[in-house]
């Protein structure tokens, strides 16, 4: 199943970086800089029982997190569907 991070963002990402800031609160090349520097430190190897979220997710849910205040973790990984179980 795709989730919001494969689907949504790489829509904004090419067509409208002014919504990518708008959710994100970041520029897209302020993100793929930071996503070039923690990406390595964040990504975790594929296993044989699940599959694990991509370090692109992580980063993304993270600063989604951060950039609403309001919403929760888990109303946050719903949207990308990913970690947190409901």
């Known amino acids: ?21 708008t959710m994100f609160r970041w520029d897209k090349v302020s ?7 923690v990406g390595p430190s964040i990504e975790k190897a594929q296993t044989t029982m699940r599959q694990t979220i991509s370090a692109k997710a992580r ?3 993270t600063l989604r ?9 888990m109303f946050v990984a719903a949207n990308i569907q990913c970690g947190a179980k409901k």
């Not at 199943?1 to 800031?21: K, N, P, Q």
């Not at 993100?31 to 520097?37: I, V």
């Open 1 to 21: 199943m795709r989730g919001f991070c494969e689907t949504l963002t790489e829509e904004l990402v090419a067509e409208d970086s002014a919504e990518f800031r």
């Open 59 to 61: 980063l993304l849910g």
């Open 65 to 73: 997190f951060l950039a609403t205040g309001i919403e929760s973790y």
């Open 31 to 37: 993100f793929d800089n930071l996503m070039y520097t």
